[in-house]
């Protein structure tokens, strides 16, 4: 059979040129450096499209293994800690280190399902952040841990300035990330998590182990999750506060899963590009452009779109639950050898 | 050698008794029935069989052999060494800021390399130097609480259906539970799932034991498909096969295991006349090629054509157990399910 670009490709490649665009624009608009956080949360929700998308497995508490790795790459790399390993071997080390969370998570709640995992993860969600404010011996508290190292390679460095350099950076490591999760997606692994979201007894009546299956999933978007979290740390150069890790950046990432296509890693990119894009590109810009016309700003903060768009998330996520329940990209059944 | 023996099996929950002190023998290469009128206790029965449920009493054994994780070395060290893990994470997260502030904290300079082996010989000290409280007694709660767990999860994992499955006895079910948004063939790949060996890595990477594995399989699998007549519908969603297809494909994904004895719980049901000929065909293919086959079943011309014996269950006890000839020749039997034409 001839080889066609599939969806991913296409839209990674869309993503490799979109930095050219800055060429035709009258003054810079820094495309690129808005699109980093696109990139980031694509990352995160891919993590967790690994555990709700595919195994089914509904996790409220994402963003607490982000922290999780966030804080590790930071107290592996920050020069205020003996550590000091460098970028590389750090955000390497935040997969074990998430996937090692994942599974002190995962192993107490084996059997639960549906609802009661939710208010667990939820619950462990709240308790990571509650950790790292009052751990302030380890984590510095409130402060935040910084300044993380940014990355280098065969001695070129990536500065605050090199908005390009970050972008391609990220891009590449989304790259990664896609491709590891589709290589397991398509394996028996990836099989066996949708055997037990579909069935679970019928899956293990057909000798799946669903307690190491489960394990898995959960290790593995935990794993996913730290990275993305180390990751975006080094961007900031800073962990920022532990309340940078909140429920709110659950429930993004699950909007990211939800809207796009749950299951689904194409809709999981969509996704992120139509929320993130919204939240920090089309209404922080529209807010720009508002108040150079003199309209909303601090005169009337109604009138700035930035104000609304936790009512236009909410308004997204009904309008996708409603008519297009399975995403703007939902999951294909596919029908290649897997 | 017989397949599948169950002695003296009693299924209680509460108060109520589903099955009460049922016992018999499949031999080899036959096909066994269960029959009985609804509610008799039959699937209970077959989920006691398969682990899904752990019988009140009563033994089964496949092929001669309890299927049954033993207590064994293997088990023993691992719940000690999560015991052991639990103890020490416990001491560690009480004392936390005490040994990071020992070890970490007042031996780092800032730009200086840390000394190591001060953290390290410094670690050491304030954990020696822990109170009776933050040190011993957390170590024994949390290894308790680790080991006891551990514990508890072996005891309740003994006699899984997954471990049975990998035992070689697959089964179906009475109410159709296929991966509906999968494929056909994926469907049957999850029954071969345990006769893969490719693992986390090689997925990952995509080691040539992988591609040489899938190619394998999913040979096998359209093979399987076309053995129960649905290699050309192979790429649909299961869930959108009408209801006769749906049977067939779950025979086939049980059979993708390779069992050597397969449960069938009413495979029949819903079917018109010419698909249980097909039915009664796949039945008797299946066990020609060397599966036992016990069936749940409801449709008598099937049972009578196709088995070599019959169980018959009511109200949770056996009545009866023999050949069809013998069933048809008893008078409990034809009272209790098969009725007589005279009640009209």
């Known amino acids: ?338 | 050698m017989s397949a599948l023996s169950a002695q003296a099996i009693t299924m209680r929950f509460g108060g109520l008794v589903a099955v009460q002190d049922v016992s018999f023998t499949v031999q080899e290469h036959q096909i066994y029935a269960v029959i009985g009128p609804n509610g008799a206790g039959k699937t209970t029965l077959f989920n006691a069989i398969t682990g899904i449920y752990e019988p009140t009493a009563g033994v089964v054994q496949f092929f001669d052999r309890v299927v049954c994780l033993t207590f064994s070395w293997r088990s023993a060290i691992r719940i000690a060494l999560t015991s052991l893990a639990c103890a020490l994470a416990t001491v560690i997260a009480v004392n936390i800021q005490n040994l990071w502030q020992a070890s970490i904290i007042e031996n780092y300079v800032y730009a200086q390399p840390f000394p190591w082996s001060n953290g390290l010989r410094d670690l050491f000290g304030a954990l020696c130097g822990l109170s009776f409280a933050s040190g011993v007694l957390a170590a024994i709660l949390g290894g308790l609480a680790g080991g006891g767990a551990a514990l508890v999860l072996w005891w309740r994992s003994r006699r899984t259906p997954d471990l049975i499955a990998r035992a070689g006895v697959a089964r179906t079910f009475q109410n159709i539970r296929l991966f509906n948004e999968l494929s056909l063939v994926q469907n049957v790949l999850v029954g071969m799932d345990h006769r893969m060996r490719a693992g986390f890595w090689s997925a990952l990477f995509r080691s040539p034991r992988f591609h040489a594995e899938r190619t394998r399989f999913h040979a096998e699998a359209l093979e399987l498909l076309s053995f129960v007549g649905l290699a050309d519908r192979s790429h649909d969603a299961a869930g959108s096969l009408p209801y006769g297809f749906r049977r067939r494909l779950e025979i086939a994904r049980a059979l993708a295991g390779k069992p050597r004895l397969i449960l069938l719980d009413e495979p029949a049901a819903g079917m018109n006349h010419s698909e249980i000929v097909d039915l009664i065909a796949l039945i008797r293919r299946v066990r020609d090629a060397g599966t036992t086959v016990v069936l749940i079943e409801h449709h008598m011309r099937l049972v009578m054509g196709v088995s070599d014996r019959i169980l018959v269950l009511q109200y949770g006890r056996q009545i009866a157990e023999g050949t069809p000839a013998e069933i048809r020749a008893n008078p409990a039997c034809v009272e209790a399910y098969l009725g007589t034409e005279s009640h009209g």
């Open chain 1, 1 to 338: 059979m001839r080889w066609r670009p599939g969806p991913i490709v296409c839209i990674l490649g869309i993503a490799a040129v979109l930095p050219l665009i800055e060429l035709f624009l009258p003054q810079p608009a820094h495309v690129s450096e808005a699109v980093r956080g696109v990139f980031l949360y694509a990352i995160l929700a891919l993590g967790l499209n690994v555990v709700t998308g595919y195994a089914g497995l509904l996790n409220l508490g994402i963003a607490a293994f982000m922290a999780i790795g966030a804080y590790a790459f930071a107290i592996l790399t920050c020069e205020i800690y003996p550590f000091q390993i460098g970028f590389w071997p750090g955000l390497l080390l935040t997969l074990p280190v998430g996937a090692l969370a994942g599974f002190l998570l995962g192993a107490p709640t084996l059997r639960l399902r549906g609802d009661y995992l939710a208010i667990v993860t939820l619950g462990f969600g709240e308790i990571v952040q509650d950790v790292l404010k009052n751990l302030d011996v380890v984590t510095k508290g409130t402060q935040g841990i910084n300044p993380v190292p940014a990355p280098s390679l065969g001695g070129t460095m990536w500065t605050a300035e090199d908005e390009y350099k970050w972008y391609y950076l990220l891009l590449a490591l989304l790259i990664v990330v896609i491709l590891a999760i589709r290589n397991l997606e398509r394996s028996r692994l990836g099989r066996a998590w949708f055997s037990i979201r579909e069935d679970e007894l019928a899956s293990r009546s057909m000798g799946i182990r669903v307690e190491r299956i489960k394990m898995l999933a959960f290790s593995a978007a935990a794993a996913i999750a730290a990275f993305a979290g180390g990751l975006s740390t080094s961007v900031l150069s800073s962990t920022g506060e532990p309340s940078n890790y909140d429920f709110q950046v659950s429930i993004l990432a699950l909007c990211i899963v939800i809207v796009g296509g749950i299951g689904s890693i194409v809709g999981v990119l969509v996704g992120a590009l139509v929320m993130i894009g919204l939240n920090s590109i089309v209404l922080v810009k529209a807010t720009a452009v508002l108040e150079t016309m003199g309209i909303g700003g601090q005169s009337n903060v109604l009138l700035s779109p930035n104000n609304w768009k936790y009512l236009i998330f909410g308004l997204a996520l009904v309008l996708a639950v409603r008519l297009k329940p399975h995403g703007l990209v939902p999951p294909r059944i596919e029908r290649r050898a897997t």
